[in-house]
């Protein structure tokens, strides 16, 4: 699902009305009956039901009008609640203003502090939020912040035109206060905010629907942003030939485990099996090798010498980079620790190795203690894995900052430091080098639970052997180790394990190939509607 920036919205929109020639009034009368279309699905007939539209300035205001119309056609009792006088509606907004006025639908101006009083959230059964759009840029306060929390208080459904109200579009972070929505109908093309926390918290339920705006105009928009969901990463998943064998599926080496930290090299190696590795090698420590040749049963280990903690280390590196012949892709990281003579391993595999290689976990805090050694001579793919802590330590800034900056962050690591950057978290961030960007739509708070990373690593090293290239790989390995959570938290919210997400691996590939039969659902489910008949 590609994603559209604020200001690429807007010319889109302006491409379409001026270029194309369909008229701006005609995309909101579009917009509201959609939106109509969808609230009705959601909730069930509106018939009698008293609703409350708030509406702002701007195009997203005049969308309110168009909603409150064709709710009064199916019967609602609907009341209008515009935050700007009368001078402020203009445009488009201003003749549908004009409608709804001609066929006497009540308007209540809530101009300041004084119009609220007596108006009451709870005596509405449904809430419409058409107060501001993705042109937002400023911080919600004064008499609008009030009434986003009056809105917030109600006990009723909100629904949402486009965005909540006090999203940043392209951030997801909120502008002081926002509406927390139950539904989001958006138009044309979803938004990052829609996908990026906090901002995910607030959309709820997310509907993207048609308004007119022709596919082309979409097309040439030069969007670089994605939500991955199950449409965007099927066409990754191939049926395997009858003929095919574990050489054709590739054969991956894992650097990883130390003395304490073996379950992270084991669950790594699991996810790449899982994910359907046709081999996997890990370089394991003699010290530790009856360990993970005991728990490790369908891979394969290479004993070398390993430093005090058990971790390979410098001495290890002709044997590792001779292991590396004949394997597609390798993954470092998960467990080493950061003894020196490991870092000095870690730095000399990342900057040398000539097959693509997934950097994770303890190699991560390596390379960041000497952001010189992210420098390499190598020309193969480089993949980081950091969760928001590692990712500050890579680029010297707060976790803070970077939660708040999670889309440009990437991008700007993976730009300059030539990578492919999965930025872990709710809402995982893949950056490539080109500025490419993909936030991904699976995946659950039961998620938050040591190992997780480890199986990730695994699945996208997985998928790389396999032959995909890094960003089908990252993006698909993101969006099924999220999927596969998804279907364990149908059990329960919380306590699966990373080693159970692993195991859900093959059962969410199989539910992607199936993606023929999901296509024909989507196809029905996003019919043109008729709100006559939700």
């Known amino acids: 699902m590609k994603l559209a920036r604020a200001e690429q919205m807007r010319r889109i929109d302006r491409t379409a009305i001026d270029d194309i020639g369909i008229p701006g009034s005609v995309l909101m009368e579009n917009a509201g009956r959609q939106t109509v279309c969808r609230l009705c699905r959601c909730f069930g007939e509106v ?21 409150a119309r064709h709710l009064q056609q199916l019967g609602a009792q609907v009341r209008v609640f515009p935050l700007v006088g009368m001078e402020r509606i203009k445009g488009d907004a201003a003749v549908h203003f004009r409608i ?11 101009l300041g502090p004084d119009d609220l009083q007596g108006l009451e959230p709870e005596s509405f059964d449904l809430i419409i939020d058409a107060l501001f759009g993705t042109g ?16 917030n208080r109600a006990s009723c459904p909100v629904v949402a035109v486009d965005l909540p109200s006090g999203l940043d579009s392209d951030t997801g972070a909120i502008c002081g206060v926002a509406v927390k929505a139950h539904l989001t109908v958006t138009f044309g093309v979803a938004k990052p905010g829609h996908f990026v926390f906090p901002g995910r918290e607030m959309v709820g339920q997310l509907e993207v629907v048609d308004i007119g705006i022709p596919s082309q105009v979409v097309a040439e928009a030069g969007l670089t942003c994605e939500a991955l969901d199950r449409e965007s990463v099927a066409p990754f998943v191939a049926r395997r030939p009858a003929n095919s064998h574990k050489g054709t599926y590739g054969h991956l080496l894992v650097v990883a485990g130390s003395t304490g930290k073996t379950g ?11 994910a359907g590795a046709g081999l996997v090698s890990l370089c394991a420590a003699r010290a530790l090798n009856a360990i993970f040749a005991s728990a490790l049963h369908e891979a394969m280990t290479i004993p070398v010498t390993g430093g005090d903690d058990g971790a390979p280390a410098s001495r290890d590196a002709e044997l590792i980079f001779a292991a590396m012949e004949g394997k597609q892709a390798a993954v470092a990281g998960p467990g080493l620790g950061t003894a020196a003579e490991t870092a000095e391993l870690v730095k000399r595999i990342y900057q040398q190795a000539e097959i693509a290689l997934l950097v994770d976990a303890d190699a991560l805090n390596i390379l960041a203690a000497d952001k010189g050694s992210l420098t390499r001579t190598a020309k193969a793919a480089r993949i980081l894995t950091p969760h ?8 010297g800034k707060s976790s803070l900052f970077i939660q708040q900056n999670r889309l440009e962050e990437a991008r700007q690591f993976a730009g300059q430091h030539n990578v492919y950057l999965v930025l872990k978290g709710a809402g995982t961030i893949v950056a490539a080098p080109d500025g490419t960007l993909a936030v991904n739509a699976s995946g659950n708070p039961g998620m938050a639970a040591g190992g997780m990373g480890d199986v990730l690593a695994g699945i996208i090293g997985g998928f790389l052997v396999q032959g995909l290239d ?3 790989a990252c993006c698909l390995g993101v969006y099924v180790h999220g999927l596969a959570a998804d279907r364990l938290a149908e059990r329960g919210p919380c306590g699966y394990l990373a080693s159970e997400v692993a195991e859900s691996v093959p059962s969410v590939i199989k539910e992607l190939l199936n993606k023929e039969n999901y296509a024909l659902r989507k196809r029905y489910h996003d019919k ?3 709100y006559r008949h939700p």
Request: proline content about 5%.
């Open 528 to 530: 043109e509607c008729d």
């Open 470 to 472: 890094p960003w089908a």
């Open 47 to 67: 018939k009698g039901k008293k609703i409350a539209v708030f509406a702002g300035p701007g195009n997203n205001g005049g969308d309110g009008f168009v909603v």
């Open 100 to 110: 709804i006025s001609k066929l006497h639908i009540p308007v209540h101006f809530l």
């Open 388 to 395: 928001p802590g590692e990712m500050a330590r890579l680029t």
């Open 264 to 274: 992270a090299a084991i669950l790594s190696c699991q996810g790449a099996l899982r």
């Open 136 to 151: 937002l840029q400023r911080q919600i306060e004064g008499h609008y912040a009030r009434v986003i929390e009056m809105i």
